[in-house]
């Protein structure tokens, strides 16, 4: 079993940062890929970003690229996102999610464990 607990969100002005972070515990967190998700009032779960066990590949949803930067420490079991020049659309919650594969996926249903989800509120 997999635990994932999120941390790091925040009410935060529209330009502001602010970094997530997801521990992992109960497997090699290093074998496996890892995402991030987010989820607004009345959406659909949305992939943000992902990242490669050995953290050497990442991918972003376009809406986020170049602002948002996915990581992870394989020693400290975490993953985090570094999210910058935030704007009131990226408000949701959001939810890291682990892969049994080593190789990132952009689907929700392609991840097998899950966080509990942390809210990030952007204010204009």
């Known amino acids: 079993q997999v635990q994932l607990v999120e941390s790091g969100g925040g009410l935060v002005q529209a330009g502001g940062s602010l970094r997530l972070s997801c521990a992992a515990s109960?497997?090699?967190?290093?074998?496996?890929?890892m995402g991030w998700f987010r989820q607004a009032p009345g959406k659909e779960r949305e992939f943000v970003a992902a990242i490669t066990w050995s953290g050497g590949s990442t991918y972003y949803a376009d809406s986020v690229k170049g602002r948002f930067t996915i990581s992870r420490d394989n020693v400290k079991n975490a993953l985090y996102l570094q999210m910058n020049s935030l704007k009131p659309e990226d408000t949701a919650v959001y939810y890291c999610?682990?892969?049994?594969?080593?190789?990132?996926?952009?689907?929700?249903?392609?991840?097998?464990?899950w966080g509990q989800g942390t809210q990030v509120t952007v204010s204009s």
């Open positions: 109960g497997r090699t967190f290093s074998s496996y890929a």
């Open positions: 999610a682990s892969r049994e594969s080593r190789w990132y996926g952009v689907a929700g249903n392609e991840y097998d464990y």
